[in-house]
């Protein structure tokens, strides 16, 4: 097997798990809605845009106040949820343009 061809074999392999990932969160049923702290909600609200461009802007925004201390029990989850957000905003970028994520 050429190497052109491993490779075109390994980007429809990645693209199909990308395809099979985004099909389990499209599908996702969530049944009880989870009490969130405010500065999640705050953060959540914040990132759910409906354009790649402005989400990207948001998530290189400082989500920790200037001044607070490194909290695991609260800016952990923040930094889950912008990790999250990331990922969502690479799938869009794949569903946009597939072939312009080959290596």
Avoid at 7 to 12: A, D, G, H, S, V
Avoid at 68 to 78: G, I, R, S, T
């Amino acid at each position: 097997m050429s190497l052109t061809s491993l490779r075109k074999k390994n980007l429809l392999e990645r693209l199909l798990e990308r395809k099979r990932r985004m099909e389990k969160i499209k599908n996702f049923e969530v049944i009880n809605k989870p009490k969130l702290d405010p500065c999640h909600k705050k953060l959540l609200k914040k990132y759910t845009v409906n354009n790649m461009k402005k989400l990207r802007l948001l998530l290189f925004e400082l989500f920790m106040l200037e001044g607070k201390e490194y909290d695991q029990n609260v800016h952990f989850d923040l930094d889950y949820i912008n990790s999250a957000y990331r990922e969502i905003l690479y799938l869009w970028k794949i569903d946009k343009d597939p072939l312009m994520f080959q290596s």
